[in-house]
Structures are given as C-alpha cells and as structure tokens.
C-alpha cells in the first residue's frame, strides 16, 4: 500500500492535499491510502513518449483507488486527458477532467487546489486531493512547496 506525502490542507472543500511522486507511471500501486474514498488527482507528466495503453492503464488504476477528477498538466497532456476521459465515459456519477495545455505549473495547480469540484454524487466521499508528479523531481519539488503554502500559490497566481 502507498502512502503519499501529506503536504497542506485547502479551505476549498475541505480537502486534505497530499502529494506522489512515481518514476513512472506503471509505479501508480493498485492501492493508496488516503483521507477520503474518492479523491482529485492532478498529475503532472511529460507523456510525449509514453504509449496510449501505458496512459490508459493508468487511468484505469487511478479510477480504481477512487479518482472522481482528474487534471493534467505537461507535454502532451491533452493526449493524457483525452485517454483518461475514454476510461470513464460511461461511470455514474460522471467523473470530471481537464487539461492545462497552455498554463503555468502553477497556474494548473491553482485550478486544481481552487477551481475543482467533483459531482454532487462524491461530495460526501471526496475530501482528498493528490499531485501525482512523474519522473521529474524537479516538478515534485516544485508541487510539494505550492501546495504546502496555498496563501503564497494564491498571492502569486492571482
């Protein structure tokens, strides 16, 4: 079982925000431990090499541990979203997705932290949000230190 890091905590939801940074995405476990059943999952990755089955295999597991919104973010991350969107055409209640092809690092993970909100039908399960960063520790860091200081990402972004 995986435990990610937890980094802050946002008003927005009363979310507890945790943080995961894999060297791939095939390192995702079949199970993480997190606050809330379902979760909103932001990841950032650079997909550009990364196979269609390899994406679509991921977002099959991250729907599993309870993903109920997913975000991307990073090269190719319209590709990311698209494919996630296709394993979760048909899940009652709708799952959401976006993708931030043309923002900043942080700006996506503003909208993740204060724009996200997932169908009424997880609102009583959904109080967890988690970055998942892919092979680049350099994005991890850069995660980990914007979502333990949410007052800063606001000031900053907005």
């Known amino acids: 079982m995986c435990v990610p890091e937890h980094v802050g905590k946002?008003?927005?939801?009363?979310?507890?925000?945790?943080?995961?940074?894999?060297?791939?995405?095939?390192?995702?476990?079949a199970q993480v431990r997190l606050p809330s059943r379902h979760f909103l999952a932001f990841l950032a990755a650079d997909a550009t090499g990364i196979s269609d089955e390899s994406l679509r295999e991921f977002a099959r597991r991250l729907l599993a541990v309870g993903c109920?919104?997913?975000?991307?973010w990073g090269p190719d991350c319209e590709r990311?979203?698209?494919?996630f969107d296709a394993e979760c055409l048909?899940?009652?209640p709708v799952i959401m997705t976006t993708w931030h092809s043309e923002e900043s690092l942080d700006d996506a993970l503003?909208?993740?932290?204060?724009?996200t909100?997932?169908?009424?039908?997880?609102?009583?399960?959904?109080?967890?949000?988690?970055?998942?960063t892919?092979?680049?520790p350099e994005w991890a860091d850069h995660v980990r230190r914007r979502l333990a200081d949410l007052d800063a990402l606001n000031r900053d972004v907005l």
Request: glycine share 6%; net charge negative; with cysteine.
């Open 68 to 72: 109920v919104y997913f975000c991307a």
């Open 80 to 83: 990311v979203h698209d494919l």
């Open 110 to 115: 503003w909208f993740f932290t204060f724009n």
């Open 10 to 29: 946002s008003e927005v939801g009363e979310r507890e925000i945790l943080a995961l940074h894999l060297p791939n995405l095939g390192a995702l476990p």
């Open 90 to 92: 048909h899940v009652e």
């Open 117 to 132: 909100f997932p169908d009424d039908g997880y609102s009583d399960s959904c109080h967890s949000a988690l970055a998942i």
């Open 134 to 136: 892919i092979a680049q």
